[in-house]
């Protein structure tokens, strides 16, 4: 995270500028409220992993809980651990945040939790007080609990030190995208795209390994420069058909993801994204199947760039691809071998 912030820096860094790129767990002198049991918000706060908060009902939509903070802060995370009712995890969420509780922001994270620990992550510029979740998702028999809740920010009205994806993502999608039409070299963003940095080939070019990601030389409708900017920097935004991932709940509360092989049989299987590796499991311990609202690629993998530069090279060789199909592919791609250092 910190390349971006570095690429004219010669001397070193002091423990005091990095302590924005790993922000600290805050002390937990928060007011909490929710719409359903209340009274029992302390226990997600307590410190004491054996005991809960939990809505008292099965998780439906209209759920919610509020985080109200002693001081302004800029939120860089918050945790639900349902360590001890690993199945409770929230279903769907969404989040909104404020800085006087009455006038909100749009929503700020949404998705689903897959797992007993679910991280949010949070990329606004300014310090708020109150942060709003609210349940989305339903489940027949679960409740929506939280054993411990943290949360991990800088308190301060200073500016919030932003990663190269945050600056991105607060850029308007259209203007971003003409610049990478008049600032980006499309041979320089087959250099990156081919690269070991960032291994975007690694998935989207068959002649590299297996596809994982959509072939990027074929015509798609609805496809102009915006959406490609915007599949870069947040591709969990729009997965396209035929690549999602399918999660899988076990009757143990156990969430495994992946691509689905078969469904055949007595078994369900699975490829993870990453090695390729197949999972099993038998058909007769899953409780749920759902489509994963998340991405196989990275978030934050503009992150590994190292600078603006880069990612409206990286931009503009999409665009070109996208244009010109599979023969403008192989001339950049050649063109990149032959500039490569």
Same mark, same amino acid.
């Given at each position: 995270?910190?390349?971006?912030?570095?690429?004219?820096?010669?001397?070193?860094?002091?423990?005091?500028?990095?302590?924005?790129?790993?922000?600290?767990?805050?002390?937990?002198?928060?007011?909490?409220?929710?719409?359903?049991? @209340?009274?029992?918000?302390?226990?997600?706060?307590?410190?004491?992993?054996?005991?809960?908060?939990?809505?008292?009902?099965?998780?439906?939509?209209?759920?919610?809980?509020?985080?109200?903070?002693?001081?302004?802060?800029?939120?860089?995370?918050?945790?639900?651990?349902?360590?001890?009712?690993?199945?409770?995890?929230?279903?769907?969420?969404?989040?909104?945040?404020?800085?006087?509780?009455?006038?909100?922001?749009?929503?700020?994270?949404?998705?689903?939790?897959?797992?007993?620990?679910?991280?949010?992550?949070?990329?606004?510029?300014?310090?708020?007080?109150?942060?709003?979740?609210?349940?989305?998702?339903?489940?027949?028999?679960?409740?929506?609990?939280?054993?411990?809740?943290?949360?991990?920010?800088?308190?301060?009205?200073?500016?919030?030190?932003?990663?190269?994806?945050?600056?991105?993502?607060?850029?308007?999608?259209?203007?971003?995208?003409?610049?990478?039409?008049?600032?980006?070299?499309?041979?320089?963003?087959?250099?990156?795209?081919?690269?070991?940095?960032?291994?975007?080939?690694?998935?989207?070019?068959?002649?590299?390994?297996?596809?994982? @990601?959509?072939?990027?030389?074929?015509?798609?409708?609805?496809?102009?420069?915006?959406?490609?900017?915007?599949?870069?920097?947040?591709?969990?935004?729009?997965?396209?058909?035929?690549?999602?991932?399918?999660?899988?709940?076990?009757?143990?509360?156990?969430?495994?993801?992946?691509?689905?092989?078969?469904?055949?049989?007595?078994?369900?299987?699975?490829?993870?994204?990453?090695?390729?590796?197949?999972?099993?499991?038998?058909?007769?311990?899953?409780?749920?199947?759902?489509?994963?609202?998340?991405?196989?690629?990275?978030? @934050?993998?503009?992150?590994?760039?190292?600078?603006?530069?880069?990612?409206?090279?990286?931009?503009?060789?999409?665009?070109?691809?996208?244009?010109?199909?599979?023969?403008?592919?192989?001339?950049?791609?050649?063109?990149?071998?032959?500039?490569?250092?």
């Amino acid at each position: 995270r910190t390349r971006a912030e570095s690429e004219d820096r010669v001397g070193p860094w002091t423990l005091i500028e990095l302590k924005p790129f790993d922000p600290p767990e805050l002390r937990r002198n928060w007011k909490l409220t929710a719409s359903h049991n @209340g009274g029992s918000l302390g226990n997600a706060v307590d410190g004491n992993q054996g005991s809960r908060w939990d809505t008292g009902s099965v998780q439906k939509p209209g759920m919610w809980f509020m985080i109200e903070l002693p001081e302004p802060v800029h939120v860089a995370s918050f945790t639900l651990n349902t360590k001890g009712s690993d199945a409770d995890y929230p279903r769907g969420y969404e989040v909104i945040v404020s800085r006087d509780g009455e006038n909100w922001s749009d929503i700020v994270a949404s998705g689903r939790g897959d797992n007993p620990v679910t991280t949010i992550e949070i990329s606004i510029p300014d310090a708020v007080r109150f942060i709003k979740v609210t349940q989305t998702g339903r489940s027949p028999n679960k409740y929506w609990s939280v054993h411990e809740l943290s949360l991990k920010g800088l308190t301060g009205d200073e500016p919030k030190v932003m990663s190269l994806a945050e600056m991105l993502a607060s850029a308007d999608l259209k203007d971003l995208a003409h610049e990478a039409r008049e600032k980006g070299d499309a041979t320089r963003g087959a250099q990156l795209f081919y690269s070991q940095a960032i291994s975007c080939a690694k998935c989207h070019d068959p002649r590299q390994g297996e596809r994982l @990601g959509p072939d990027l030389a074929s015509k798609r409708d609805g496809v102009n420069d915006a959406y490609l900017v915007e599949s870069v920097l947040n591709p969990s935004k729009s997965i396209r058909k035929g690549f999602e991932q399918i999660s899988v709940l076990t009757d143990e509360g156990l969430v495994v993801t992946g691509f689905k092989v078969s469904d055949k049989g007595e078994q369900f299987i699975l490829r993870e994204p990453a090695g390729g590796r197949e999972i099993r499991i038998d058909n007769d311990i899953i409780e749920e199947t759902f489509p994963s609202q998340v991405s196989a690629m990275p978030a @934050g993998l503009v992150n590994q760039l190292g600078s603006r530069q880069q990612f409206l090279d990286v931009a503009r060789f999409l665009m070109d691809v996208s244009e010109g199909g599979s023969e403008r592919l192989q001339h950049l791609k050649a063109a990149a071998q032959t500039n490569s250092p």
